[in-house]
């Protein structure tokens, strides 16, 4: 079964930075493409970043482009977010997800890990 | 900010049939595939249906999508008290390189 578990997730202040990690295990992480969503309290979700197969080709959400930066280590089976400049608008469950097929579509969902942005 | 627009709210009673939709424009619907996800309360979104109008296993054929031009739409038959949910549409934009999720359709089951 996929297991996606993440981690890192805490408060930080406006302007400060954090570090989101994702476990990934029971699929071959290198053929799929990644991606990190986030929710809002009483929002709908937003597609944040994502990263291909290889980790050569990443795209990132308009709110967040310049800010934060996925990565990917195959050989660990982690995938990362760095989240710098953060905003009381960041604040939000951030869900790491595993591409469907071939694409970066939110297929698996992990259980989400809580970012709270606030002075 | 979302492109997709989706209806805030629909309804109906047990077994009748709803249907969602979902607005885009020709940089997202227009030419890209379009996802729909069910959120149930306190968990995280699943994927319903891919590409339009492919479900994954499992989920029944009670949900189908459909696309035509700059829109899309989920249509729900035989409606059950556990459908209702949050439903989301996804597309890719090819104008902003990023997906965007519609605003989201919160399904009542009188």
């Known amino acids: 079964d996929v297991q996606l578990l993440e981690s890192g997730g805490g408060s930080a202040q406006p302007g400060g930075s954090l570090r989101l990690s994702c476990a990934a295990s029971g699929f071959f992480l290198r053929r799929y493409a990644m991606s990190w969503v986030r929710q809002a309290p009483g929002k709908g979700p937003e597609w944040v970043a994502g990263i291909s197969g290889d980790g050569g080709s990443t795209d990132y959400g308009g709110s967040v482009k310049g800010r934060f930066v996925i990565n990917r280590d195959n050989s660990k089976s982690t995938l990362s977010l760095q989240m710098n400049s953060l905003r009381v608008e960041d604040t939000a469950v951030y869900y790491c997800?595993?591409?469907?097929?071939?694409?970066?579509?939110?297929?698996?969902w992990g259980q989400g890990t809580w970012v709270i942005v606030s002075s | 900010q979302s492109v997709l627009t989706q209806p805030p709210s629909a309804s109906g009673t047990p077994g009748q049939s709803v249907t969602l939709t979902c607005s885009g424009s020709?940089?997202?619907?227009?030419?890209?595939?379009v996802y729909w996800f069910q959120q149930l309360p306190g968990t995280a979104p699943k994927l319903l249906i891919f590409?339009?109008?492919q479900r994954p296993s499992g989920v029944p054929d009670r949900f189908s999508g459909s696309k035509s031009g700059t829109s899309a739409s989920l249509a729900i038959s035989g409606l059950r008290s556990e459908d209702e949910a949050h439903y989301y549409c996804l597309a890719w934009d090819d104008r902003l390189s990023e997906y965007l999720f519609g605003t989201g359709t919160e399904v009542t089951v009188l």
């Open positions: 997800t595993k591409g469907h097929e071939t694409s970066a579509v939110p297929e698996s």
């Open positions: 590409k339009n109008d």
């Open positions: 020709s940089s997202n619907i227009g030419t890209n595939f």
